[in-house]
């Protein structure tokens, strides 16, 4: 049974749809980055997966238990970061964990689960007063009271400071291995491409892409990029590459360098009709695309 | 349960608020000082009975006000704050948080008033007064149905509207309608109707049975009826305690439960 189920699912608000007919499975055990520019529908899907908002058109489901129908089941066993939440007033750290607890039905002791997401010492302070990062990790703590099957969470770092975040992806990491399915959305590609095993790209409320980091590679054309240091540019180089079979795009960057994108077999082939034009190849290295150029090219972010 | 969990939170809260203590105690206060001067002001004989139909009046101003103050922010400070949507991801119903959140702040509000009509018969028996026990639990019963009511109402507006102001505004247009407006109509509609030569003196029985739906009327029906036993109802059935008895009960589900029914329906954003 997959963890979270989206079929043909789709928000409209008033005249916008938010999210067009996104399809696709989640599986219990692994670590799911749900990725796209702000305003893609990231946080709509998860608000349709809590129950905040449902569905114009198709279903999600978690763990077998649909979201709408029977939203209490669906949340019965998972941890939950949302984005847009605010503490309670009057209420304390410990008692927001509390609360969690008696929700859940669980038996964590609230001081250890302060402890790990690094609140322990604010414990008995309201937690009204906590600053953006510690409620962060607050309502992370809460999501990890009752040893969750699949904790969701809504941009996770925001208000994190570089430790905070570091610990975030330390937790994550550790619930992933103990068992729990991740599934979190961000903009930050760096955290997606250090834990995530697939990841999802939402554009304009379509999925454009589900696959492993490195299948994302593959599926751009290998996803290589040569960069070539020569001695000095010679006329009709750029045309000469770009002529070459399996090369995508080449451009000079800088006074003696060239950029080129292209599939793995061409490298040798660019090389060689460099030297047939007489340029003489001071240096070349090969980079693997990385996420960023990947989620640029899915979700035409530069355009 | 979870509905459990949300009341036993809300609880904590809401006596944690200054304003909902000020509004629990000025409710007490006013019930056990009425018991206090009701023997000195009163008629005689001085019964726990008739002091029903003493303090009736005032708790149809009173509890309208307390009730809302206390009900109208319960879903709605936390729907505009955002912390409703820590408690609607945790496995809580939106029917464990509405009913949760009825039970405590009904809860708070019976409480006090039983605790204090408990002290006030005391103060009324003792030392002149005469005990009439099953009238007098009736006064309180139905007084605390009423007191749920108004809190039902409160609670009500703050699921159906997105800001706290909205609420609150809504709220006491409820209040004003009914403690205020609805008298200077009845007495308009009598006027009118009276000089027009269509009416002698009283309102026809249907018209009387609708302008008597307003909550404080049918609260003050059912004390004539059942607590002081001075039947104002000139004959017809529908104008008796008994139906304006099912009418409270409507009053406390009814509004409450439409209004679920629109939360329910929408997207918490």
New interface residues.
């Given amino acids: 049974m997959a963890a979270i189920d989206a079929s043909a699912v789709s928000k409209r608000y008033r005249t916008e749809l938010a999210l067009d007919r996104v399809d696709f499975t989640v599986e219990q055990g692994e670590t799911f980055g749900f990725l796209g520019p702000n305003g893609a529908g990231k946080s709509t899907f998860i608000n349709m997966l809590l129950d905040f908002a449902k569905p114009t058109a198709g279903s999600v489901r978690i763990f077998g238990h649909d979201c709408q129908a029977a939203g209490v089941a669906a949340r019965g066993r998972i941890g939950v970061l949302p984005e847009g939440y605010s503490v309670y007033e009057r209420l304390t750290g410990r008692q927001h964990i509390e609360y969690a607890i008696h929700s859940k039905e669980a038996d964590d002791d609230p001081v250890e689960i302060l402890d790990r997401v690094g609140i322990r010492d604010d414990a008995d302070r309201l937690a009204s007063d906590y600053s953006k990062g510690m409620a962060q990790r607050l309502v992370l703590g809460m999501a990890l009271v009752g040893e969750p099957d699949l904790l969701i969470l809504d941009e996770p770092s925001t208000g994190l400071d570089p430790n905070g975040a570091a610990r975030m992806r330390e937790i994550l990491r550790e619930e992933n291995e103990r068992g729990a399915t991740v599934f979190f959305s961000s903009h930050i590609l760096e955290q997606v491409e250090a834990v995530c095993d697939r990841v999802g790209i939402l554009r304009d409320g379509e999925l454009v892409a589900v696959d492993t980091i490195d299948g994302l590679r593959d599926s751009l054309g290998g996803g290589t990029k040569l960069v070539i240091t020569v001695a000095e540019f010679v006329e009709g180089m750029l045309e000469a590459v770009s002529a070459v079979d399996g090369v995508e795009t080449a451009v000079t960057a800088g006074d003696r360098s060239i950029e080129v994108t292209c599939v793995d077999d061409a490298k040798m082939d660019i090389l060689v009709e460099l030297n047939a034009l007489g340029v003489d190849v001071v240096n070349f290295r090969t980079d693997e695309a990385s996420l960023e150029d990947m989620f640029i090219e899915y979700t035409g972010a530069r355009r | 349960m979870?509905w459990q969990?949300v009341a036993?939170?809300d609880v904590?809260?809401t006596v944690?608020?200054r304003s909902s203590r000020v509004l629990l105690w000025l409710t007490g206060l006013s019930v056990v000082l009425g018991a206090y001067v009701y023997p000195v002001l009163g008629s005689a004989p001085i019964t726990t009975a008739r002091f029903g139909g003493f303090l009736a009046g005032w708790l149809t101003t009173l509890l309208p006000f307390v009730g809302v103050l206390l009900g109208y922010g319960a879903v709605v400070n936390?729907r505009e704050?955002?912390?409703l949507?820590?408690?609607?991801?945790?496995?809580?119903?939106r029917l464990?948080v509405v009913f949760g959140k009825f039970c405590s702040r009904a809860g708070l509000l019976t409480g006090t008033l039983f605790v204090s009509l408990v002290t006030a018969g005391a103060l009324v028996v003792y030392p002149f007064g005469e005990l009439v026990l099953g009238r007098f639990l009736a006064f309180t019963v139905v007084t605390l149905i009423f007191g749920s009511v108004w809190c039902g109402l409160g609670l009500a507006t703050s699921l159906l509207v997105a800001t706290r102001r909205r609420a609150l505004v809504l709220s006491f247009a409820q209040v004003f309608l009914s403690v205020v407006v609805w008298d200077a109509v009845e007495a308009a509609l009598r006027a009118g109707l009276d000089a027009a030569g269509v009416i002698e003196g009283a309102l026809p029985a249907p018209a009387q049975f609708l302008l008597g739906i307003e909550p404080g009327r049918v609260f003050q029906r059912i004390v004539d009826g059942l607590v002081t036993g001075s039947i104002v109802a000139d004959g017809q059935w529908y104008l008796n305690e008994w139906v304006a008895l099912v009418l409270l009960v409507g009053w406390s589900v009814g509004p409450l439960g439409l209004a679920y029914a629109s939360f329910v329906?929408r997207?918490?954003?």
Avoid: Q
């Fill in positions: 979870a969990t036993r939170r904590g809260v944690g608020s936390e704050s955002g912390a949507r820590l408690s609607l991801s945790l496995p809580n119903s464990d329906r997207d918490v954003s």
